[in-house]
């Protein structure tokens, strides 16, 4: 069984991505559980280039198969805001309700069909032997006047989907996994792991 390391602390992202890659014969280790774990800077200009980043940082240190995940939220209303800053959209070290709490503020007085919205993951990969890819998932929904729900994490209380008339956070890890940005990307992710591996 091949190891993957996933280049990231956060345990949400931790268990979805874990959740979307149990059916191949992998087993996932977070970083978070190793010791003394560097943060990685996220300097790029777009999802690509952070997730290029953390899971480049990642192969240096550990001569594993690594992946790693960026995924913002695009808001027309907002111009495609917050999209590569949605984790420090309301500030550094924020919490997931203060950044919705903003998201809100800043939609105020936009109606309904206005709000419209996607979330956007992309999933680097790298390996030992060279190889590099990228890959990316998109769901398209609209933003709530207000939460929805007590799932997920970040913005899924107030990010809907017509066509379930629920939010992430009204969902189940399996139904959010089926249809999500981030299920996709991963989904994604797994064929190329399976081209570069065999499976």
Same mark, same amino acid.
């Given at each position: ?7 990231? !602390? +956060?345990r949400? !992202?931790?268990?979805e *991505? ?5 059916? *191949?014969?992998?087993?996932v280790?977070?970083?978070a559980e190793?010791?003394?774990w560097? %943060?990685?800077?996220? =300097?790029?200009?777009? *999802?690509?280039?952070?997730a290029?980043? !953390?899971?480049?940082?990642?192969l ?12 913002g939220?695009?808001? %027309?209303a907002?111009?495609?805001?917050p999209?590569?800053r949605?984790?420090?959209?309301a500030?550094?070290?924020? =919490?997931?309700a203060q +950044?919705?709490? !903003? ?7 936009v109606?309904?069909e206005?709000?419209?919205a996607r979330?956007r ?5 790298? %390996? ?6 990228c ?9 709530l ?9 970040g913005y899924?209380?107030v990010?809907?989907i ?23 990307a ?8 399976a081209?570069?591996?065999?499976w």
């Amino acid at each position: 069984m091949r190891a993957i390391y996933l280049a990231t !602390k +956060n345990r949400d !992202k931790v268990s979805e *991505l874990a959740h979307a890659l149990q059916h *191949l014969p992998v087993r996932v280790i977070s970083v978070a559980e190793l010791e003394h774990w560097p %943060d990685v800077e996220e =300097t790029g200009a777009t *999802l690509a280039e952070n997730a290029l980043l !953390k899971v480049r940082a990642t192969l240096a240190r550990i001569p594993a198969t690594c992946l790693a995940d960026d995924t913002g939220l695009e808001v %027309d209303a907002l111009g495609g805001a917050p999209g590569v800053r949605s984790s420090r959209y309301a500030g550094e070290g924020v =919490t997931y309700a203060q +950044n919705v709490e !903003k998201l809100l503020a800043d939609l105020a007085g936009v109606p309904p069909e206005k709000r419209t919205a996607r979330f956007r993951c992309v999933v680097a990969l790298a %390996d030992p032997d060279g190889r590099e890819a990228c890959v990316e998932g998109i769901v398209e929904g609209r933003i709530l006047l207000e939460p929805r729900g007590a799932g997920g994490f970040g913005y899924d209380p107030v990010f809907w989907i017509a066509e379930t008339g629920r939010t992430f956070a009204e969902m189940s890890v399996a139904e959010k996994d089926a249809i999500s940005h981030r299920g996709r990307a991963v989904r994604a992710a797994a064929d190329v792991l399976a081209r570069w591996y065999g499976w």
